[in-house]
Every structure is written in C-alpha cells, then in structure tokens.
C-alpha cells in the first residue's frame, strides 16, 4: 500500500462513495421527531405561575435515553428553556421511565418510548406586559432502536 499514489487512492475512495448503501448512510442520520407544545391556559395574568408542557412523539419502534440515564455514557433527553427577562423556570418534571431490556446489554436501559410529555413550571414577573409572550426552549435527544442509535439532535420549540 505504500506506494499507492494520491490518485489510486482518490479514485478508489471515488468508487467506494459510489457503491455504499444508501440504506447505510441513512442508519447514522438523524430520527426526526414530532413535538407539540401545550400551555395550561391561554390567558395568563402577571406575578402568577403557569404550566406548559412538551409532548413527543417518537416513531415507530424507536426510543430515546431518559433525563436520567442508567449508563452515564448514554445521551439524556435534555428540555432547555431559554426564558424571556423576568420569567423564571420553577420546575421541569420528566416522566418516569420506562426500563427496556436489549439483547447484548447486561443492564436495562431508561428509556422514553412511543409518546411522552415533559411538563414545565414557569413563573411569571408582576410587571409583564399584556399580550403574548413567546417562550423559546429546546430538546436534546438521541433517537435509538433495537440495533444502534442515531445521530444526537436538537430540535427548537416554543411557548407563546
């Protein structure tokens, strides 16, 4: 192999990207989930508290590593909320998780499957405007199925 030139080598990397599987490729992409945001009301008064909420939807087959991970070398499932000034972030309440048990694992994993919802408890100021108040986050998940587990993601959501 030494004395391959960079040619040789370009050219067989070339056919090697020609002939790998698509299906593959795809296996290290990234599961999309589904995620729908919830508030408790939709009027809020100021210097109150109020509840929203974060369902997921994961498909088919698929599950993602909990808050809370039995193995700490596994991705949790992270919700991060960016509050607008003034507003505090009392709580975030994941669910409980489910155990599943995987062939080639000794120990069962913390997992999230088919739908989930983790709740928020946000605090809101005295002096907040009237009107509506947007309230970014994001959720940090790795999506997993029997065999292996995919790219990590993040996927943006909202309150308003």
């Known amino acids: 192999m030494e004395g391959m030139s960079v040619r040789t080598w370009t050219l067989l990397f070339g056919i090697f990207a020609l002939i790998w599987p698509a299906e593959v490729d795809g296996q290290f992409g990234v599961v999309e ?10 009027a809020v ?19 993602v ?5 039995l193995d700490e070398a596994l991705i949790p499932t992270v919700l991060m909320i960016d509050p607008p000034e003034g507003v505090t972030v009392r709580e975030v309440v994941y669910p409980e998780a489910g155990l599943l048990e995987q062939v080639g694992v000794d120990e069962p994993l913390a ?13 809101l ?8 108040l947007a309230v970014p986050g994001a959720l940090r998940y790795q999506a997993c199925d029997e065999t292996m587990c995919y790219m990590p993601a993040t996927v943006d959501v909202a309150w308003n």
């Open 33 to 42: 989930i589904e995620t729908h945001s919830l508030v408790e009301s939709d």
């Open 45 to 63: 008064h100021a210097g109150t508290v109020v509840n929203v909420a974060l369902q997921v939807r994961l498909q088919e087959g698929f599950h």
């Open 65 to 69: 590593n909990s808050n809370n991970p």
């Open 111 to 123: 997992v999230f499957e088919q739908t989930f919802v983790v709740g928020v408890v946000l605090g």
């Open 125 to 132: 100021p005295p002096n907040v405007d009237p009107g509506s």
